[in-house]
């Protein structure tokens, strides 16, 4: 039998794409879906912070389209930086127009220079190499003030290859077209998006899980036995299994491993991630904004960044209301409470507009998002390869945006599931579902 820790995407789709192989799914919640979630709250949908399905590979949109018909709509993005009190179209880097001229002139040089002198870029850590690609000009006014906000890490102490593929990087002609206020649409790996006509991004997940036969929620994880391989719950039951296929946060799945090496213990400390905490509130009145979302890299305010939900999809409100989710990070030990938060995310949106004095607030969500950014350091780059190999030595197999400790979307929760679907599969000498 195969185990499955976690029935979010990433375990939904490993077990869909098993196809046969006899497998069970374990998850601690009621729900199935793990962040990939919605929730639904006098007539507002909030999901658990934005999720909007980015595809770019043919395999998933036509799962997508094979499991729900019609039900997914593209979405072409709207999306903005808020800094110097004005909004500029997004990727920053691309479209300066608007700016102090002083301000716009700096980025462009830099960049010039950059691009057309130094060609060999030697920079490792993420700092360095954000300098080298684009200079200190656009460095310092978006790149590395939103990042440390985001990651709340030192730059320097962080690996720039989660970065390269996730950071548009225009040719120095789309930048000097940008600065001219020729605005540069369809960059980077979100320039679009697929998100439900009617409901919240728990249809995804819920569908998925009517495809798989054994799904056992409210089962919480003690420990795992991989020389006996055996599954021990909190209720006391005992399950066996072959193969173990786990999407907990890594940190969480060392730390329930009996007779785990020292040398494992010590990494299990060692991974680095921040946390999200995520307040949804539903307004009266109509949005003054066309914009899905808007990143925020300036310190003044707390959030790095906010969506709007009721412009991704109006069914997501009532009519004559709008809504938003605000997401403030924080490292895990430095979280602040929920008042807090609040109280600081309301006065954020008063100050740059998007929420005025006298609205009236008709709903609040908060949602604490404990596992949220890896934060892909130099630790987790010498650290990760020996860990999973370790791991998958043992038959246990740790995959998707936790379990393998990395920064991905929910494509890739999907193909990590049917990839390592294909794995034990091809052991067994049988073939994938939907292959």
Known sequence: MIAIIGAGLTGLSTAFHLKDLPCTVFDKESTVGGLCRSVDQNGFTFDYTGHLLHIRDPYVLDLIQRLLPDTFTRIVRRAAVFTRNRYLPYPFQANLNGLPKKIVLKCVGDLAVKKIINRRAAALNFRDWVLETFGAGISQEF????????????????????????????????????????TNIGMGYNASFYYPRKGGIAILPQTLAGQVQHIRLNRDLVSIDPAKKELAFSDGAVH??????????????L???TGLPDRFKNAAQKLQYVSVQNLNIGIRGNSTTDLHWTYFPEA??????????????????????????????????QKKSEAEITAQALNGLQACGLLKADDEILEKKYLDIEFAYV?????????????????????IFSIGRYGGWTYSAMENAILDGKQTAEKLITRRGGKAHGA
């Not at 997501?316 to 809504?323: E, I």
């Not at 350091?377 to 043992?394: H, K, N």
Request: aromatic share 10%.
């Open 255 to 257: 730390q329930k491993i």
């Open 240 to 253: 066996p299994y072959q193969d173990l296929v786990s999407t907990l946060p890594l940190p969480r799945l």
């Open 143 to 182: 790149l590395i003030p939103y990042n440390q906000k985001l990651y709340r890490t030192p730059l320097e102490r962080m690996t720039r290859t989660w970065a390269l593929w996730s950071i548009p990087r225009p040719s120095l002609a789309a930048v000097i077209r940008g600065a001219l206020g020729i």
């Open 300 to 333: 003044g305010y707390p959030f790095y960044r906010v969506g709007c939900y009721s412009n991704i999809s109006p069914a997501l409100a009532p009519p004559g209301t709008r809504s938003y989710y605000v997401e403030i990070s924080s490292l895990p030990d």
């Open 375 to 395: 934060v892909h350091d130099s630790s987790r780059e010498i650290m990760l390869p020996e860990i999973l190999a370790y791991l998958e030595q043992q038959q």
